[in-house]
């Protein structure tokens, strides 16, 4: 039987239709995700991301223990700030894609995806032993609501004591929303401003309601999962399962940007991850857009039009509500990666023409 979130009565409330995702029960849409994904580009959305998990590290060694488990650099990271960093396997695959953030000078929360929880306390635990460091999934202890959109900052704004204006871009602070505690980050995964805001789970409907209630006049609706794939994917953002696994290193991803050599006792995967940018990978991800009506979705194949050969598979792909065509992502042979390469994917049968284009598909405006 699925989980629910705290939110789950509020949104049977909404009317939402429920999916089962990572085990858990989940709104998928309220009414259109189209009209939805348009909310959150043009005013803001509400996202219930209750089923992430977040894991507590504390100690004289925490931020060490997170340079030896991580790819990142987790010791630079200051306090009041965060960072996007992966856990990697020894070969250099990705266990999973996480956010750390470092509440105090020796307190990091660990955000991971909800299908890898488990698996990510478990290695870190593995990972963290012999410095001194405490670790705890505190998963049960925190709910997550985010905010996005261009409207997202005043909203906030009316229900919180806290400088919405002031906060930086992957930063978090404490202080309190809708009269409860909470710790706000200004992050996201849809490509627009936008909020996340760590809650007690019994605190969660008050926040929830409470932005709702001053948002509505800013266009605020409530969104589901189906809305947050769809920006993200505009958004040129990995999903985890589908751009990134355990059989692909970050530097196919094109994410090699966040793996940090040269640390003090290294990191696991580091002699694999060396070996795989000093090698250059043999496939890489790139978008792909269609001028016609089908959209290439998850496993279809790509074909080099000039040999007919199979040079990659679609990881991600779907009708792009706010630029009006299919787009998607692929990994495809290196040499077939560079903007405006002609392509072509196997739609159920039928060919169809597709071009190399540069991620992300959409940036906000400045």
């Not at 996202?47 to 590290?57: P, S, T």
Request: net charge negative; charged share 25%; aromatic share 8%.
């Amino acid at each position: 039987m699925s989980k629910q979130t705290p939110l789950h009565d509020v949104h049977r409330r909404l009317g939402a239709s429920f999916t089962d995702f990572a085990g858990w029960s989940m709104p998928v849409r309220y009414s259109s995700e189209i009209a939805e994904h348009t909310a959150v580009r043009t005013a803001a959305g509400l996202f219930d991301l209750c089923h992430m998990g977040e894991i507590e590290l504390t100690g004289p060694e925490a931020a060490a223990a997170l340079d030896r488990a991580l790819v990142g650099h987790s010791s630079k990271i200051g306090v009041g700030r965060a960072r996007y960093s992966m856990l990697c396997d020894e070969n250099g695959g990705v266990l999973d894609d996480l956010v750390i953030y470092r509440l105090t000078e020796q307190r990091f929360l660990v955000v991971a995806n909800a299908s890898n929880v488990h698996g990510v306390y478990a290695e870190l635990r593995e990972r963290a032993a012999g410095f001194d460091t405490e670790l705890r999934d505190a998963s049960d202890e925190w709910a997550l609501i985010a905010i996005q959109g261009p409207a997202s900052a005043p909203v906030v704004a009316k229900v919180t004591d806290l400088d919405v204006d002031a906060l930086k871009y992957y930063a978090i602070v404490g202080g309190t929303l809708a009269g409860r505690e909470i710790l706000l980050a200004r992050t996201g995964y849809t490509g627009e401003d936008g909020f996340e805001i760590y809650c007690r789970p019994s605190d969660a409907p008050q926040v929830w309601n409470d932005l709702m209630q001053v948002g509505t006049s800013h266009g605020l609706v409530p969104a589901g999962l189906a809305c947050r794939d769809t920006l993200r994917l505009e958004a040129g953002m990995p999903l985890y399962g589908q751009e990134l696994s355990r059989e692909v290193t970050p530097f196919e991803a094109g994410l090699g940007r966040v793996v940090a050599f040269g640390k003090d006792g290294g990191f696991v995967g580091d002699g694999a991850l060396s070996r795989r940018r000093d090698e250059g990978p043999d496939r890489v991800l790139v978008g792909l857009a269609s001028t016609g009506r089908r959209s290439p979705r998850t496993g279809y194949q790509v074909f080099d039009p000039a040999t007919a050969e199979v040079v990659g598979q679609v990881t991600s792909g779907a009708l792009s509500p706010t630029l009006g065509f299919p787009i998607a992502m692929a990994y495809v042979r290196v040499g077939l990666d560079q903007p405006g390469t002609r392509l072509v994917v196997d739609i159920r049968g039928t060919r169809h023409d597709v071009d190399v284009v540069a991620l992300p598909f959409y940036r906000r405006p400045l």
